[in-house]
Nanobody, 122 residues
Framework: QVQLVPSGGGSVQVGGSLRLSCATSGYIYSTTCMGWFRQAPGKEREWVAHLYIRNGSTYYTDSVKGRFTISQDNAKNTVYLQRNSLKPEDTATYYC???????????????WGQGTQVTVSS
């Protein structure tokens, strides 16, 4: 059974950086994607980025392009989300998730990790 364990949340000042990690256990098919989503207070959950396990292709929502980087370490079975130049609007609970890429893109992956809170303050 696939399990996702996120870590790395916390508080940071505007312009700072934080890296989120999502450690996976269980078998992840190469045809799946790993994604990061976030939900800010009072807002709907939104897709942030995802990575295609097979070839490492990455995709980002426009608001984080150039600031966030999703990557994988196959040896550690871990996916990362490096976030730089953080803004107050990046404050949210962040979730990692996995499924076939179509489901991740649609925002309906079947396996979710617990959320990790990120607060960006000025």
């Amino acid at each position: 059974q696939v399990q996702l364990v996120p870590s790395g949340g916390g508080s940071v000042q505007v312009g700072g950086s934080l890296r989120l990690s999502c450690a996976t256990s269980g078998y992840i098919y190469s045809t799946t994607c790993m994604g990061w989503f976030r939900q800010a207070p009072g807002k709907e959950r939104e897709w942030v980025a995802h990575l295609y396990i097979r070839n490492g292709s990455t995709y980002y929502t426009d608001s984080v392009k150039g600031r966030f980087t999703i990557s994988q370490d196959n040896a550690k079975n871990t996916v990362y989300l490096q976030r730089n130049s953080l803004k107050p609007e990046d404050t949210a609970t962040y979730y990692c998730a996995t499924d076939h890429c179509s489901a991740v893109v649609a925002g309906t992956p079947w396996r979710w990790g617990q959320g990790t809170q990120v607060t960006v303050s000025s």
